[in-house]
């Protein structure tokens, strides 16, 4: 994995994905933080669904999406 991409609506995300895409990296886009990638991909474009919640949550939201792939725990 490249780079990961946080996306806060699924509009964005997939425009995201396929631009990338465009430019020749390998893109998989991810509907929700808990959808499971294949691994296989340069380029990992998760959406959150976070633009209409309150900034705690999507702060909260984001936090869960990168969890996974941090190395170290981030601050909350």
Same mark, same amino acid.
């Given at each position: 994995m490249k780079m990961i991409v946080i996306a806060d609506d699924f509009t964005g995300s997939n425009d995201t994905g396929v631009q990338l895409a465009k430019k020749g990296a390998r893109t998989e886009? =991810? %509907?929700?933080?808990? &959808?499971? @990638?294949? *691994? *296989?991909a340069d380029v990992l474009v998760i959406n959150t669904e976070s633009r209409a =919640?309150?900034?705690? &949550?999507? #702060?909260? #939201?984001?936090?869960?999406? %990168?969890?996974?792939?941090?190395?170290?725990? @981030? #601050?909350?």
């Open positions: 886009v =991810m %509907l929700s933080a808990s &959808q499971k @990638p294949s *691994r *296989r =919640m309150p900034a705690d &949550q999507a #702060a909260s #939201a984001v936090y869960a999406a %990168l969890f996974p792939w941090c190395e170290t725990s @981030p #601050a909350p």
